[in-house]
């Protein structure tokens, strides 16, 4: 056989011919677009695979937020979510996961969402219907029209459909913050549907869009709170359910699969902070978000989130876990925000690439815009101007890096930032400032200036 032939045949676009022979390059990773809904005509190319680096066995700990590097592949995400107008980019992040902060001392009260001293459904595994059953009655459609207007003037309407669940008998109800986003920015109404018809017009009580978790209020009463499970005891191979409202249309659908890994770190545009999710292999599609994902036993331990959109690919559904959303929930409820998050106050230039620096010679980092006025970022020192390269010890290469850093942090935590100004690096000391309950994130947000004035 010929030689030549056979490797010209087993060759490919990301094979590179050295001395003779063809070796793999590993192709510059993409960004691709997230949009709440993909119509399949749209759908981007299939991405491709790295696989990880070996970690070793996972400990289960009582602690909801844990944090490990991930090697990970750039997919293509989309956010389970029907209609809407926002897009952006999605990749997977190698990066630790987020801080929650602590109760406030002396803060005896219990949580309202609790995984422990809970009622379970069985002692046994529960049939597929008994839990489909069960969360008939703890799952809920939701739903808001938001209302724009046309080049013209006129006043079109465009609907959006997600899931949620309900946490307490008397009303509250958890969901994803991408589900009510334009409610919570534009002030529309929020709507909820049960499976007997009846509906009810919901109040946003809180949110943390760093988290993707939100929080509604009814006035409903003796309503079938979900049974919380312990997300800290799931295992790869675990059974999992998923309830929600594919396309907006099929609502209390139910489909079926496996926990297929742990720990994934998730990116988005509108969490340029990673999040902890845990990847299933259920069939969950726009309109799922914010749903319930049960295990054998009936106890929500995850919230449906994500999904990749590319096509030619199936099976890989993302979820929250509930430990997590439990914590940011029980502060939503009794404080409307997460309290004890770090906030930097800076505004970061997302043109500041990597390509502009090597242009320029300078390094690569956070390119910063502007910085708060009184805050503690120019408390410190920093200024319009600077680019951050690292902070608390961590290389920062972009936005998304310096986003996720802070998280690591929390509120009246110090460290120190190096940047780079007028051609030399220097230290600065940050001590962080509390997250303003309005704001729902950690001050570092993105901005596309005109142009980066050059060093």
């Not at 809180?206 to 997300?231: H, Q, R």
């Not at 989130?305 to 029980?330: Q, R, W, Y």
């Not at 620096?357 to 410190?380: F, I, L």
Request: glycine share 10%; hydrophobic share 35%.
């Amino acid at each position: 056989m010929d030689d030549n032939r056979d490797k010209r045949t087993h060759a490919s676009s990301d094979d590179t011919e050295i001395d003779g022979e063809y070796h793999f390059v590993r192709p510059e990773q993409r960004l691709y677009e997230d949009a709440e809904f993909v119509p399949q005509d749209e759908a981007t190319e299939v991405p491709h695979y790295y696989a990880p680096e070996e970690k070793k066995p996972r400990e289960k700990s009582g602690n909801a937020h844990r944090s490990g590097a991930l090697k990970t592949a750039c997919l293509c995400l989309v956010c389970a979510l029907v209609g809407g107008l926002a897009g952006g980019f999605i990749s997977w992040n190698a990066v630790k996961s987020s801080i929650t902060a602590d109760a406030p001392a002396g803060d005896t009260t219990k949580p309202i969402v609790s995984t422990t001293n809970i009622k379970k459904v069985s002692t046994e595994t529960a049939s597929a219907n008994e839990i489909y059953e069960l969360g008939c009655r703890q799952t809920v459609g939701v739903s808001l029209e938001s209302t724009y207007a046309n080049i013209f003037g006129q006043q079109s309407a465009s609907a959006v459909a997600g899931t949620g669940f309900v946490i307490t008998a008397d009303g509250y109800i958890l969901t994803n913050y991408h589900v009510v986003e334009s409610a919570q920015k534009s002030g529309y109404k929020v709507s909820v549907l049960f499976k007997d018809k009846s509906s009810y017009e919901a109040k946003i009580i809180g949110f943390d869009e760093d988290n993707d978790v939100a929080v509604l209020k009814i006035d409903a009463s003796d309503l079938t709170p979900a049974t919380i499970g312990n997300s800290d005891d799931i295992a790869v191979g675990d059974s999992v359910f998923a309830i929600g409202n594919p396309l907006g249309e099929l609502d209390f659908s139910m489909t079926s699969g496996r926990v297929s890994a742990l720990d994934r770190s998730i990116t988005t545009e509108r969490n340029s902070a990673p999040i902890n999710m845990f990847q299933f292999d259920a069939a969950i599609n726009s309109g799922n978000s914010g749903g319930p994902v049960y295990n054998e036993s009936g106890e929500v331990i995850g919230i449906a989130t994500a999904k990749v959109g590319s096509s030619g690919v199936e099976g890989l559904g993302f979820a929250i876990p509930i430990n997590d959303a439990a914590d940011i929930a029980n502060e939503l409820i009794t404080k409307g925000y997460v309290s004890g998050k770090a906030y930097m106050g800076v505004n970061i230039d997302n043109r500041y690439t990597s390509m502009y620096a090597q242009y320029y010679n300078m390094p690569e980092g956070a390119y910063v815009y502007n910085v708060e006025s009184g805050g503690c970022a120019e408390k410190s020192g920093l200024a319009a101007g600077d680019i951050i390269t690292e902070v608390g010890g961590e290389t920062i290469g972009c936005y998304s890096d310096l986003n996720a850093a802070v998280k690591n942090f929390k509120a009246g935590q110090s460290t120190d930032i190096v940047v780079y100004r007028g051609g030399e690096y220097a230290t600065l000391s940050i001590t962080f400032d509390e997250s303003k309950p309005e704001s729902g994130s950690n001050g570092v947000s993105e901005f596309g200036a005109s142009g980066i004035p050059k060093q």
